[in-house]
């Protein structure tokens, strides 16, 4: 069995969208044949996501998600794997929306997708990385029915 939840701790409410990330998680999780699988998506605001980036990453600036892999930690052991926390920006992921020219949802979901990629093993540091990483996300968001959008 699955175990993962979404937070919210901004003042912004998301329901709909939390509902509509919701289904594509469990989509995901179905079509990439995910079982025993635990993580958390957590919505923050840019001033928590800034602190989360200079304190753990060293990096001193606003981002949109950071993702946590838990699974990087071979002393942990359980019965199902612990993937561990995707934090995304809300304010960068409405800034990046429309930027791009597509819905807030679509950045969700796209910011969403690619944390929890992150969290599975998958990075885009090399260019045929990033190439198998972002055409997996491009497959599982079009799959679902959130594609791009203008």
């Known amino acids: 069995m699955n175990i993962y939840q979404i937070f919210n701790e901004t003042n912004q409410n998301l329901e709909k969208e939390m509902d509509k990330l919701y289904e594509l998680l469990d989509f995901t999780l179905k079509r990439e044949k995910l079982e025993n699988v635990e ?18 990453r060293n990096v001193d600036r606003v981002t949109d998600v950071i993702s946590f892999a838990l699974e990087d930690n071979k002393t942990i052991e359980l019965d199902h794997r612990l993937l561990g926390d995707i934090y995304i920006c809300i304010e960068k992921a409405e800034e ?8 807030f949802l679509r950045e969700l979901a796209f910011l969403t997708i690619h944390g929890l990629l992150h969290l599975l093993g998958y990075d885009h540091m090399k ?13 599982i968001l079009n799959d679902f029915g959130i594609r791009r959008e203008g």
């Open 127 to 139: 260019e045929e990385d990033e190439k198998i990483m972002f055409q997996k996300q491009e497959e």
């Open 96 to 103: 990046q929306a429309k930027e791009y020219g597509h819905s």
């Open 39 to 56: 993580f958390n998506v957590i919505f923050v605001d840019s001033n928590t996501i800034h602190e989360i980036n200079k304190t753990y």
